[in-house]
């Protein structure tokens, strides 16, 4: 029998780094999100994965950044206000280390992207729900998914990295 477990989002960040002027990174986040994970097996070895993130919730701590972002020059979030992910496989490395693969679509556009997880293990919760924890890495290149804006700086460096590092902490409660 299928198990259902649902993110919690007080206890989960969505989180990304894109290079800035080739010599610093820009962290930001999506506060609103939600996903589920699908799974008979306790180990989640045959985890079935389903998340999306409001684009409207990015946040840098930077607003004029932000608004830069969600317009059509990034995100587009008027157009295309969700961006998804769906897993397609999960394969278990050892008892901790898996590679989840799937779809991710950011403005429309879905490419096929492999994250890291770690499984950080399954615990009893405050009451009666159990909790089980992840922690998933990976890269995307921005310009697959049709945000390619940039500009130049003076001497011809670029403003925005074309690599963003993925970095999402998942805790999930079992429904």
């Not at 820009?26 to 589920?36: D, I, K």
């Not at 008979?40 to 701590?61: G, L, M, P, R, Y």
């Not at 405050?126 to 940039?150: C, P, Q, S, T």
């Amino acid at each position: 029998m299928a198990t259902t477990w649902n993110l919690d989002p007080n206890h989960t960040e969505v989180k990304f780094k894109v290079k800035h002027l080739v010599i610093s990174s820009v962290t930001g986040y999506f506060s609103n999100f939600n996903g589920t994970v699908e799974t008979t097996q306790a180990d989640f070895s045959d985890a079935k994965v389903s998340f999306e993130a409001d684009i409207n919730s990015i946040s840098t701590k930077n607003e004029q950044r932000d608004g830069h972002l969600k317009s059509a020059d990034f995100f587009d979030a008027a157009n295309h206000p969700k961006l998804t992910f769906v897993s397609t496989s999960i394969s278990k490395k050892d008892d901790r280390d898996y590679q989840l693969n799937g779809n991710l679509t950011i403005r429309g556009v879905t490419k096929s992207i492999t994250l890291d997880a770690e499984y950080n293990g399954t615990v009893k919760g405050f009451g009666v729900d159990d909790v089980a924890a992840f922690e998933l890495e990976g890269k995307i290149n921005r310009k697959d998914f049709g945000l390619i804006w940039n500009g130049l700086t003076e001497t011809g460096g670029v403003v925005v990295g074309d690599e963003v590092k993925l970095d999402i902490t998942a805790e999930l409660v079992k429904s």
